[in-house]
């Protein structure tokens, strides 16, 4: 895995940012407490030289120099557990007693670093204090190798602490970056594997349903739709191809029988007029397959009219019922609502009610008879569609809807198999629903129209009330 | 009748020249949108015939920026761009007719001729008469002779159609169109099932014959000649 891509994941970046501020926080108190720890340190030792000067002030004053010189040395036990610095001076600055030989100068830093006159004395830091007392200089001090050691063991836990917060955290941040990283790739896989053809790959999804399996799983039900799409219009496609070249072949048959027939000094009028009328229905499946394209293409309502289904329904009975009595059968309005009023296209829904009646009137022998019913209610606006010829069987009804599909699987009725297609397409358009079911004998038809709901006009509230309270 | 025809085909463009040549009309025509514009701006053509993917220009342009510069030329469109969304699109910007290619020549004259002389007919005609039939577009009445011929709406519709292009063909298609705003092949007999039956309202009882098939064509409405 690329180490890369893994330290561009978002978890990483979020774990460095939080590693930046437990640095920063640590670094605010580090200081804080330092300071406090080192200030206190002084003032302990500070206090310490404070005592030991009073007491050989009390001494100096009982006694003059030599008890202090006395009571000095005395105290400059070279045994003793911490070594200090102690020292008495003349105003010139020669040594009367004590451990260090020079007087340090005045006025300096409290802090400095000694070399006492001890026994194996080493230099070391110490705290000073000069008083004085007449012509007399007394220097006191107090080692600070101690406090000096629990300064530095301070500063040793703190960047200890920092060190490893700061790794724990971008550890944690690495490893929740590489596991997304891990599941963002096997998405990658699984996407580039459908487009290219394989309509089955699905991406994994963890039980634990993190943010990225969720999308996962949406994914997935999105490879759904698309590869039941994909694998439709592979079929379509070779449906088009194969239904395209029956007529195709048939009027290069009457093209040829055409120049047949002018050879032979014959008439060739009829077999050219066959030949239009193939490449006519050839263009009448050329603008359906567009057209169902299109309907299913565009989205939302926005050409979308409030119309009332009655007026069109009365018009395609006027059209098409003389039609039927032509060939024998009736096609008749049995009840229609005056109120079922949609949201729709009239051209679709003209062009789909044809398309119903012509499926009906191509595919039932002579006597059939063809109703519509029109009912609405808060719920729906249903059209009912009802023969009594041949129906579908069951089995057949949904498939009846693809392109294509035709029941007479020789191909030898009239049309071209995508009346129905076209319809279903209509009525998804319109958010319809719809449905085949056996008439007993024969088939219904029924499609649900969503109702058009018209906007109801907000009712002002009444006001007077709040009015006088407010007054 | 002048006619510009702005179409990019060299082969379908001549087709379309020869036959409306023999037909009797002078045709200019122009292969580029950008053309299509300035001829119809500056020469008086009395009809032009656009197809709508051009080079230079979009007959749809050309359309609109005829239209927006106040010219009143008659425009069909011919184009392959024959859905329902792109005729409506064509008509609003002020089409007058709209004829999807694949097409059959007959249909473009006929629409050729009903356009070139609509616009002197049109306006507020109240009644229409062909040799003894009327029709009153007021009173919603047939009479022939004198006699009130009853006819269902789409009938009327349709008389008022035919009689309206009396003396020129009126193509199926057109009828579809105007009678019963199918722009799709409705794949059955309807126009031959209504005409019968206005034929045997209108002429049947009649001695002389006024609505006449013209064969592979459309129908036609004249008087005896």
Redesign the interface.
């Given at each position: 895995m690329d180490r890369a891509n893994v330290l561009s994941g978002a978890a990483f970046r979020t774990a460095a940012y939080a590693a930046l501020a437990v640095v920063a926080a640590l670094i605010l108190t580090g200081v804080t407490a330092f300071s406090y720890l080192s200030a206190t340190l002084d003032t302990t030792l500070a206090q310490q030289i404070r005592a030991d000067e009073i007491m050989l002030h009390d001494i100096y004053d009982g006694g003059g120099k030599a008890d202090l010189a006395q009571a000095i040395s005395e105290i400059n036990n070279p045994v003793a557990q911490t070594p200090r610095v102690i020292g008495m001076f003349n105003a010139d600055g020669t040594k009367l007693a004590g451990n260090i030989d020079r007087m340090p100068p005045l006025g300096t830093s409290k802090r400095m670093v000694l070399t006492t006159t001890d026994h194996n004395a080493r230099a070391s830091s110490y705290y000073l204090n000069t008083a004085r007392f007449d012509d007399v200089t007394l220097v006191l001090g107090q080692d600070l190798s101690l406090t000096d050691a629990a300064e530095r063991s301070f500063l040793w836990v703190l960047l200890a602490a920092g060190v490893v917060l700061t790794a724990a955290i971008l550890g944690i941040g690495y490893g929740a970056s590489r596991s997304s990283l891990i599941k963002l790739t096997r998405l990658e896989r699984t996407l580039d594997l459908v487009s290219n053809g394989d309509t089955d790959a699905r991406v994994p999804v963890m039980p634990q349903m993190d943010q990225i399996d969720r999308i996962a799983a949406r994914v997935n039900t999105h490879l759904e739709r698309l590869s039941g799409l994909m694998i439709s219009t592979r079929t379509t496609a070779a449906a088009i191809a194969h239904d395209l070249r029956t007529p195709l072949s048939r009027a290069f048959l009457s093209l040829q029988d055409a120049l047949t027939r002018l050879d032979r000094g014959q008439d060739p009028r009829a077999a050219i007029?066959a030949a239009?009328d193939e490449?006519t229905s050839l263009?009448?499946i050329f603008?359906a397959i567009?057209?169902i394209a299109?309907i299913e293409t565009q989205s939302g309502k926005r050409d979308f009219k409030p119309l009332s289904l009655a007026p069109l329904l009365a018009?395609m009975v006027?059209?098409?019922g003389?039609?039927a009595e032509?060939s024998g059968q009736t096609l008749a309005l049995l009840s229609s609502s005056q109120d079922a009023q949609i949201l729709g296209d009239e051209?679709?829904l003209?062009?789909m009610l044809?398309n119903l009646?012509?499926n009906t009137?191509?595919h039932c022998p002579v006597g059939t008879i063809c109703t519509l019913r029109l009912q609405a209610d808060d719920q729906a606006v249903t059209l009912d569609f009802a023969d009594d010829g041949p129906g579908i069987p069951e089995g057949d009804r949904i498939r009846v809807f693809e392109p294509f599909y035709r029941l007479d699987r020789n191909r030898t009725t009239?049309?071209s198999g995508l009346?129905l297609a076209l319809v279903k397409a209509i009525a998804e358009r319109h958010g319809a629903a719809i449905h085949l079911s056996d008439n007993r004998p024969g088939l219904k038809v029924t499609i649900q129209f969503p109702p058009e709901v018209p906007v109801k006009p907000v009712v002002p509230v009444k006001k007077g009330k709040s009015a006088s309270t407010r007054g | 009748m002048k006619i510009l025809l702005a179409e990019d085909d060299d082969r379908v463009a001549a087709f379309i020249v020869n036959g409306l040549s023999e037909s009797g009309h002078s045709v200019e025509r122009v292969a580029d949108g950008r053309d299509a514009l300035s001829y119809c701006l500056y020469n008086s053509a009395d009809l032009a015939i656009l197809d709508r993917m051009m080079p230079g220009m979009d007959g749809l342009s050309v359309l609109k920026a005829l239209r927006a510069a106040t010219n009143d030329v008659p425009v069909i469109f011919l184009t392959a761009l024959g859905d329902v969304d792109e005729r409506v699109e064509g008509l609003c910007a002020g089409a007058d007719d709209y004829l999807a290619k694949p097409f059959h020549f007959s249909e473009l004259q006929a629409r050729v001729a009903a356009l070139t002389r609509r616009r002197k007919e049109m306006a507020d005609t109240t009644a229409l008469e062909v040799h003894d039939l009327r029709l009153d577009l007021l009173a919603r009445t047939a009479s022939r002779k004198g006699r009130i011929i009853d006819l269902q709406s789409k009938e009327f519709v349709l008389l008022d159609v035919l009689m309206r292009n009396a003396g020129r063909v009126v193509t199926r298609t057109m009828l579809l169109e105007q009678v019963w705003d199918f722009t799709f092949e409705p794949g059955t007999t309807v126009v031959e099932t209504h005409i019968s039956r206005l034929r045997g309202k209108i002429d049947r009882p009649f001695d002389v014959p006024l609505l006449h098939t013209v064969r592979n064509t459309g129908y036609m409405m004249h008087g005896p000649r």
């Open positions: 007029e239009d490449l263009g009448g603008d567009l057209r299109r018009d006027e059209t098409f003389p039609v032509e051209r679709m003209r062009q044809v009646i012509q009137m191509t009239k049309g009346g | -």
